[in-house]
């Protein structure tokens, strides 16, 4: 920030056309980018008369009418589908979590044999295309069995650090505690597990934060291997939910298509709030610098 | 914010403490060897990870891609068929095909564009001013939504032949068409939702932005370079290593996508097979009918093809990545 200062400084007694050109660009992009969201959300509220084709946001006619349908549009109803969304997501930032700080702790702090080899390959996972992994550890879990329980091979898989991008930032941000914590913790008497309680645990906080922030909306959005591991209609997801509504669509349920849509983003969006400078300017620069 | 510590430099140890650097060397046996232990210990849960969720997968599928497996099969009839699998997809499946020129012209299309987008609004977000970081927040929200399923509803309701889109080209006089369902135009609206997620790569450009030494602006300018100059003199060179991240991270990413094409398609990749993108595909022979066998075949070559292009890029990136400082990377 210090080194932009000087810079606004300079131009600060310019408001010219060129500043004024440049914010009415921006609006318009920002109008364009956020009209489908926005479209979205007013037309959730609009009579089944004008829902698809009225391009503007406001609805004419109000009604919260989609909300009530929509909620009850399948055997089983929505309520079932976010408490489901909810168990899984909030499973998978505490397994995420503790398993990647964990793996972080012994590739930032410890030494121990072939740790550069491992570290390297985990470097590698991180590069892996996740997707391609599904099909043969849908293989794995079917042997195993786990295929009727699908918390198994949802929950599971994040219990053992496999999301590498966390393991991978939470290096980063224990590389910047200072070793010298580590070494008064150790001459006071504490072994490395010590160390890591007392003294890495509690700094790696943002840390865990971030790591919790973006796995709950990653998991939230997450599609695919929901799709394959949920096949009951009582352990659907939302989003498993949601593509219900392609296969009923008719001019008549796409209301309640657009009302639940909303919802389903109601929870990403509210951590966009909260979170909004975090989630701008963390995950993203903290895991540029390799 | 605090984040941003991640990346202080490490604190270098400082010898000549005394005790640390004498327990260290005496430790040589007794502390070492503990931290050796406790270094697998807090390693156990990702080496299991590795092994189990990662490694034995991977190499499982590399089996069964030379077998005709299918979930049903118990592991007895499962028959080893060698390079069959390998020789129908290359010689005999026009889906297989199909899939693979899908997926090129979406990445070759999308990644270009959203990266030009996200570069052309961080350059005009780079100054500090009152504002400015709500402005980033909003451009950044579309990332955090856009791969989700409700928006993909929302972009076939928007681009079918009675959505907004027709509407809104009806006011100029245009007649529109179903463009989700034309073959032509349904992998166009898979591009256009892709590239309206530009706020993630556009916040790695902001940092990297962030980085450019202003003096060297200032030398620029005292030359008299004109901004348009300073753009590519300047700020692109300093930049390469970026835009390079960028790119890599958005091309593999690009050829993962999945979600926009098996909604706004019903899962089926069409019309005509236009929208089967190469996982959409992998999940239909997976899935749907089943074949585990070949799905893994295509799940290697997958692979082994983002393997090459990795390493493709990162060897064109000695080029023209330019790294002001040899030791940050």
């Known amino acids: ?290 | 914010m605090a984040l941003t510590t991640a990346s202080a430099p490490v604190v270098p140890e400082q010898p000549g403490r005394g005790s640390p650097v004498a327990r260290k060397r005496r430790g040589a046996g007794g502390g070492r060897g503990r931290e050796g232990v406790a270094g697998y210990v807090f390693l156990s849960p990702w080496l299991l990870g590795l092994m189990g969720i990662t490694a034995i997968p991977m190499l499982l599928s590399l089996y069964l891609s030379f077998t005709d497996y299918s979930v049903f099969s118990t592991w007895e009839d499962v028959e080893w068929i060698g390079l069959e699998n390998y020789r129908t997809m290359f010689t005999n499946d026009p889906q297989f095909y199909r899939a693979v020129t899908v997926t090129l012209g979406y990445a070759l299309v999308m990644v270009p564009l959203k990266l030009a987008a996200a570069l052309a609004v961080a350059l005009l977000l780079n100054r500090a001013w009152r504002g400015v970081g709500l402005f980033r927040g909003l451009f950044y929200l579309p990332s955090l939504l856009g791969g989700s399923v409700a928006l993909a509803l929302v972009w076939s309701a928007l681009f079918a032949g009675d959505g907004a889109v027709n509407e809104f080209l009806a006011f100029f006089g245009i007649t529109g068409q179903a463009w989700v369902n034309d073959p032509d135009y349904a992998l166009g609206t898979l591009i256009i939702l892709g590239i309206w997620q530009f706020g993630a790569p556009m916040v790695i450009f902001l940092a990297g932005l962030k980085q450019v030494p202003v003096e060297l602006y200032e030398a620029a300018s005292v030359d008299g370079a004109s901004p348009w100059r300073q753009f590519w003199h300047v700020t692109m060179p300093m930049l390469s290593p970026v835009i390079f991240f960028n790119l890599v991270l958005e091309t593999i990413r690009g050829f993962q996508s999945f979600t926009s094409a098996f909604v706004i398609s019903n899962g089926n990749g069409g019309p005509v097979d236009s929208t089967l993108l190469y996982t959409l595909y992998l999940y239909k022979r997976g899935f749907a009918e089943f074949d585990m066998g070949y799905a893994s075949a295509l799940a290697w070559v997958f692979l082994l093809t983002i393997g090459i292009l990795t390493i493709v890029l990162f060897s064109t990136g000695r080029f023209w990545v330019h790294y002001a400082d040899g030791d940050d990377r």
């Open chain 1, 1 to 290: 920030m210090t080194a932009v200062a000087p810079h606004v400084t300079v131009r600060k007694n310019r408001f010219s056309a060129g500043q004024a050109v440049r914010l009415a660009v921006l609006i318009v992009g920002l109008l364009l980018v956020l009209y489908p969201l926005a479209w979205v959300i007013g037309s959730s509220f609009k009579s089944d008369a004008e829902i698809a084709s009225n391009i503007s946001v406001l609805p004419t006619e109000f009604t919260l009418s989609h909300y009530a349908a929509g909620w009850n549009s399948f055997d089983v109803s929505f309520t079932r589908f976010f408490i489901n969304s909810t168990v899984i997501a909030l499973l998978t930032v505490i397994a995420n979590a503790v398993s990647c700080l964990i793996a972080a702790y012994a590739f930032a702090r410890l030494r121990f044999p072939m740790r550069g080899l491992w570290f390297a390959i985990m470097i590698g996972t991180l590069l892996l295309p996740g997707d391609v992994l599904i099909i043969p550890q849908y293989i794995v879990f079917n042997t195993l069995g786990w295929i009727d329980t699908p918390l198994l091979p949802l929950i599971v898989p994040k219990a053992l650090a496999t999301e590498a991008f966390f393991v991978f930032l939470m290096v980063q941000f224990m590389r910047g505690i200072p070793r010298d914590l580590d070494e008064a913790a150790t001459i006071d008497g504490c072994s490395p597990y010590g160390v890591f309680w007392h003294v890495i645990l509690p700094l790696s906080r943002p840390a865990l934060v971030t790591t919790a922030i973006f796995s709950f909306i990653w998991t939230w959005n997450d599609f695919f291997t929901q799709l394959v591991y949920l096949n009951e209609l009582e352990d659907y997801t939302v989003p498993i939910a949601l593509r219900l509504f392609i296969d009923s669509t008719g001019q008549s349920s796409l209301g309640a298509m657009f009302a639940m849509s909303v919802l389903s983003l109601l929870p990403v969006f509210l951590f966009f709030v909260a979170f909004q400078r975090m989630l701008v300017e963390g995950i993203n620069t903290s895991g540029l610098k390799g």
